[in-house]
């Protein structure tokens, strides 16, 4: 190929694994690749290396995570608000939401919820950012009178960045970050053994257009990212309770730490749908972002041309994968799996994928590699 058809590359890995190195050199024609020194907990440092691509699909980029001192970016970080719905993990179907959570109208009407609306509030604390926290409000299903004063639930998590039980990796590639939060939940026993793992897509921004009395209009940017979420066992590579949650979010303001939907001015009556369906957004809400509708009226779950579909079903033919909503790909290997998000640009697809593998490593965690494509 000549210079110009050929975009520069950035490789690295964290750590290194045989069997990293055997998934990445599926391609057709492989040259040297050169395994960089490990990234160590703090990821503070970052190396390259080699690969070559297979003509069908080329690798644009693949490298490591920056700083954590950096990480306070758009996809980690803020107010985020939007909706989150749950899949098996099997067939890739959508699970409504649980009957105890929705009203007993709702269940006799059969109306049960697809999703639910959700606020995460997320901060950075200390000087050094070596801990997350990250406030969950979540509205709970509600019909009639009860729309104007919704009931939520309030769950804190906390991230601490700086022990061998979380790791946060970040990879920013022009406007768009891809981020990695896994944390140790197993038992005390075996902390290892369970691994509740998530990762974010940074997707296109919502933009707004807002009339002013001037005649001008002013665009309101939100950014958008996508959060795949699930456990795994990982001496058994399968996912706990058979479940996948996606969250599609909207970065809305700085952090406010859980009280845009739960401070004194909801406690006293208050948190009304309207408000709630301003913050997540009405391009979230009514965009059938789980592909509801699309699957009702016998469509494709994925928002892509048929050709395209097509030549991805082509090259995951014979292995465990599975399709979801917003475009998202899983992948199931020996001892690792594969998180990869398609987007359709300028007549191009493009593929970023986050592989994690679960062979031994000192930090209990496996191994970990980014990549982006383009065919």
């Given at each position: 190929r000549s210079?110009?058809a050929?975009m520069k590359?950035?490789?690295?890995?964290?750590p290194s694994?045989?069997l990293l190195?055997h998934l990445?050199?599926r391609?057709?024609t492989?040259?040297?690749?050169?395994?960089p020194?490990?990234i160590?907990?703090?990821?503070?440092?970052?190396s390259?290396n080699?690969h070559?691509?297979p003509?069908?699909m080329?690798t644009i980029?693949?490298k490591?995570?920056?700083?954590t001192?950096a990480?306070?970016?758009?996809?980690?970080g803020g107010d985020h608000?939007?909706?989150?719905?749950?899949?098996?993990?099997?067939t890739?179907?959508l699970?409504?939401v649980?009957?105890?959570?929705?009203?007993e109208?709702m269940?006799?009407?059969?109306?049960?919820?697809s999703?639910?609306?959700?606020?995460?509030s997320e901060?950075f604390?200390?000087e050094?950012?070596e801990?997350m926290?990250?406030?969950?409000?979540?509205v709970l299903?509600?019909v009639?009178?009860g729309?104007d004063?919704?009931?939520?639930t309030k769950?804190?998590e906390?991230?601490?960045?700086?022990?061998?039980?979380?790791?946060?990796?970040?990879w920013?590639?022009?406007?768009?970050d891809?981020?990695v939060?896994?944390?140790?939940?197993?038992?005390s026993?075996?902390?290892?053994?369970?691994?509740?793992?998530?990762?974010?897509?940074?997707?296109?921004s919502?933009?707004v257009?807002?009339?002013q009395d001037?005649d001008?209009?002013?665009?309101e940017?939100?950014?958008?990212r996508?959060r795949i979420?699930?456990?795994?066992d990982?001496?058994s590579n399968?996912?706990i309770?058979?479940?996948?949650?996606?969250?599609?979010?909207?970065?809305y303001s700085?952090?406010?730490?859980?009280?845009?939907?739960?401070?004194?001015?909801?406690?006293?009556?208050?948190?009304d749908?309207?408000?709630v369906?301003?913050?997540?957004?009405?391009?979230?809400?009514?965009g059938?972002v789980?592909?509801?509708?699309r699957?009702?009226?016998g469509?494709?779950v994925?928002?892509?041309?048929?050709?395209v579909?097509?030549?991805?079903?082509?090259?995951?033919?014979g292995g465990?994968?599975?399709?979801l909503?917003?475009?998202?790909?899983?992948?199931f290997?020996?001892?690792?799996?594969?998180?990869?998000?398609f987007d359709v640009?300028?007549s191009?697809?493009?593929?970023?994928?986050?592989l994690?593998?679960?062979?031994?490593?000192?930090?209990?965690?496996g191994?970990?590699i980014?990549?982006?494509?383009e065919?």
């Open positions: 210079a110009n050929m590359m950035r490789a690295a890995i964290a694994s045989p190195l990445l050199t391609a057709r492989i040259t040297s690749f050169v395994l020194t490990p160590h907990q703090s990821f503070s440092s970052c390259r080699r070559v691509l003509d069908t080329r980029n693949q490591s995570c920056s700083s001192t990480l306070a970016s758009i996809a980690a608000a939007g909706l989150s719905a749950t899949f098996s993990s099997k890739g179907e699970i409504p649980p009957e105890h959570l929705v009203p109208s269940i006799e009407w059969g109306a049960i919820p999703y639910l609306e959700m606020l995460v901060d604390l200390k050094n950012q801990k926290e990250r406030t969950i409000i979540t299903p509600e009639g009178c729309i004063n919704l009931e939520t769950k804190v906390e991230y601490n960045l700086q022990t061998d039980e979380c790791r946060l990796i970040k920013k590639d022009g406007k768009q891809v981020v939060i896994d944390r140790k939940v197993g038992p026993s075996a902390p290892d053994q369970l691994v509740a793992m998530e990762t974010m897509f940074q997707v296109a919502e933009v257009a807002d009339d001037d001008e209009t002013k665009e940017v939100y950014p958008r996508v979420l699930f456990t795994i990982t001496t399968l996912i309770k058979d479940t996948i949650t996606i969250n599609v979010e909207r970065l700085t952090s406010s730490q859980g009280t845009r939907w739960s401070g004194p001015q909801h406690n006293s009556g208050g948190l749908a309207r408000s369906m301003n913050t997540i957004g009405k391009d979230i809400v009514y059938d789980f592909g509801v509708k699957i009702k009226g469509e494709d994925w928002i892509m041309d048929d050709a579909k097509d030549s991805v079903t082509e090259e995951t033919e465990n994968s599975i399709r909503p917003q475009n998202i790909l899983i992948q290997h020996d001892q690792a799996i594969e998180l990869s998000h640009i300028d191009k697809l493009y593929r970023r994928s986050v994690r593998s679960f062979d031994s490593s000192e930090d209990g965690f191994s970990v980014y990549r982006e494509e065919r």
